[in-house]
């Protein structure tokens, strides 16, 4: 798809008989299939920038623009994840009838429960999913069988007396187990410590794109299988003799699709909280590999050593979220009236966190954007962010307010300067709207006005798809602006005429408004319904017949065509026809008004006038 086929893909969705519909589903609910048709556009957009970037010229122009796709391809993502959960979490609560409480049994009974009546808890684990699902990809580090070859290696030789690896070997640990290395404060081997940092830095690559299940496969692929043992602690305790039977999808290691299969058997982890305090502790020791307490941190939910490895803003959302979503989930389980009494975790009473508890997405960006970093600050102010995070905290109300208000102050030339982003912002706009929520007309009538200016320069042909989504009211003052800017000849302006009938635009209104604007522009009037001035000029003189016409008495000439081009117009354009050659008679410019009549339809005089 090139550049200038993307304008008309989007239009393409827009125009689709779904949009228009109103498909519903259950409890009436609007359906919404297409933000991700609009995603699908943008990563198609990407992939062919990204394979033009490795095989063509302009390599770095390429690589710009296909980041501005992933951008925009992540936040349709996140439109199509989050909305059509709040219409749906609204629907339900609309139609929701009170029940007796149930007493939860189990931890994973208690979280679904939770699941189930905060909607809040709901839409902060999908935002997280979202940041999983588009976290960019990454390079793992190749499984190696043979745990600690090298370091074993050398205790060996050690053991067996030779001299060389007795003096290679004194800082190296003289034991093979995973805590080795903080039991005697030595080091591993330098090609054991270099896998291992490589694995940990892995493993918490995998715990951020939320593929838990993937890094416990490679610890044991990796002959680690104490650790994928320390990774699963986090699985919810549950006993089937105690909960009923559920399909309902789980937040768990097996990732955003999987679904709660019935186990045979208790399964999960009934000291969950205990494990937490463990990893936090682990994370705590500052001994500890900083991506090893980072990974550990980020099962337990704190951010503390989460953020020293945050590059990204994507990357500190999702630690402030993550823990967000662990904080919400202890208090339910803690809260909960269970049947068994899990360990106590006072002996861990000592690690404690310097954030002060995260309570709502507002807390997470307000201290994201006063972050000591520069950086971190410029990147939250950049366009994407500030949209994404006005979906994520539902303000796309006042997010468009001002993103409008900032058009008219640049007079567009907001705009001319990023027209990709102001075509996401109008589709999102649309979207929304026929989501059901209430976006203020006249704040999408501006956005849509700017991008029908900048659809007028290159793809006129699209501009009455997006007028016919502005009020009736102003319907055809826009369309009708829009043709008078138009100077190609006769058949194309009379083309793009015929577009705004198909588009359910009332076509013959906007002829006569068309021509009373070219007119009235011509006669040194404003666009306003202003009497013009048709008093003859005492100094004006009669042109000869073959005089050539001025470019001003074209216009005004080629303004009739509008009202000719359809019988049922020829009354109104008799009018016109009328007043415009009086103008000229006044003038004296007689080759004008010759050339006026000349240029009329041939059945344009009726047997009945």
């Known amino acids: 798809m090139a550049a200038s086929d993307v304008a008309a893909g989007f239009a393409a969705i827009v125009e689709c008989p779904e949009w228009h519909g109103g498909a519903e589903g259950a409890g009436g609910a609007k359906t919404a299939p297409n933000a991700r048709a609009f995603g699908r556009l943008a ?42 959960l709040r219409q749906q979490s609204r629907a339900e609560a609309h139609a929701a009838t009170p029940s007796a409480a149930k007493p939860a049994t189990t931890d ?30 990454f390079q793992p580090v190749e499984t190696r069988k043979g745990y600690l070859f090298y370091t074993r290696r050398s205790i060996r030789e050690r053991a067996s007396g030779s001299a060389a690896a007795t003096a290679a070997g004194g800082q190296t640990v003289t034991e093979a187990d995973p805590d080795a290395t903080s039991r005697q404060r030595k080091e591993l081997a330098p090609e054991d410590a270099e896998y291992e940092a490589g694995l940990l830095r892995t493993l918490y690559d995998y715990v951020r794109r939320g593929s838990v299940g993937n890094a416990m496969d490679l610890c044991v692929e990796s002959d680690e299988p ?34 709660d299969v019935h186990p045979p058997h208790t399964a999960g982890n009934i000291n ?79 690690i404690q966190s310097k954030y002060p508890p995260v309570s709502d997405m507002r807390h997470v960006f307000t201290a994201i954007a006063t972050h000591d970093s520069a950086a971190l600050r410029l990147e939250s102010a950049a366009p994407f962010h500030r949209l994404q995070k006005a979906l994520i ?21 907001a705009a001319d300067d990023c027209p990709e982003l102001l075509r996401l912002v109008v589709h999102i706009a649309l979207y929304l709207r026929r989501l059901g929520a209430d976006l203020p007309a006249e704040v999408v009538s501006d956005v849509l006005e700017s991008y029908i200016a900048h659809l007028a320069e290159s793809h006129r042909e ?44 009332d076509q013959a209104a906007i002829a006569k408004r068309t021509a009373e ?68 008679l006044l003038a004296g410019r007689t080759n004008a008004a010759a050339h006026l009549f000349n240029s009329l339809p041939e059945d344009f005089v009726q047997h009945d006038w």
């Open 226 to 259: 104490w650790r994928a043992a320390s990774l699963k602690g986090g699985l919810f305790w549950r006993d089937p003799q105690l909960e009923p039977e559920s399909g309902m999808s789980v937040d768990a290691e097996d990732g955003p699709g999987a679904v």
């Open 272 to 350: 969950r909280a205990l494990w937490k305090r463990a990893c936090a502790a682990l994370a705590h020791d500052e001994s500890n590999d900083s991506y090893e307490r980072a990974l550990y941190a980020a099962l337990s939910g704190r951010l503390d050593e989460v953020v020293l490895v945050c590059e990204t803003w994507e990357d500190y959302v999702w630690a402030y979220v993550n823990a967000m979503i662990e904080a919400c989930i202890d208090q339910a389980i803690r809260g909960a009236a269970g049947l068994y009494e899990p360990a106590s975790t006072a002996s861990f009473d000592h």
């Open 108 to 137: 994973f009974t208690s979280v679904r429960e939770l699941m189930d009546t905060n909607s809040q808890l709901t839409e902060y684990v999908e935002v997280r999913r979202w940041l999983e699902a588009t976290a960019p990809a």
């Open 462 to 505: 699209l501009v009455a798809t997006y007028v016919a989504h502005m009020p009736t009211v102003v319907q055809t003052d826009v369309y009708a602006r829009f043709l008078q800017g138009i100077a190609a000849a006769a058949p194309i302006r009379l083309q793009l005429l015929r577009l705004a009938g198909r588009h359910g635009l």
């Open 517 to 584: 604007r070219v007119l009235h522009c011509c006669a040194g009037g404003s666009d306003d319904d202003s009497p013009m001035d048709t008093e003859a000029d005492p100094a004006f003189e009669l042109a000869e017949p073959a005089e050539p016409l001025t470019d001003v008495e074209l216009v005004q000439i080629r303004a009739i065509e509008w009202v000719t081009s359809s019988p049922r117009l020829y009354e109104h354009a008799l009018i016109e026809v009328c007043g415009l050659a009086r103008r000229f």
């Open 393 to 413: 905290e539902d303000t796309f109300v006042e997010y468009v307010t001002e993103f409008a208000r900032a058009l008219r102050a640049a007079n567009e030339s």
């Open 43 to 84: 990563r198609q957009r990407c992939k062919e920038l990204e394979d033009g970037a490795a095989f063509g010229p302009g390599g770095e122009r390429r690589e710009s623009e296909a980041a501005y796709w992933t951008a925009e391809s992540s936040t349709w993502d996140l439109v199509a994840r989050l909305y059509p």
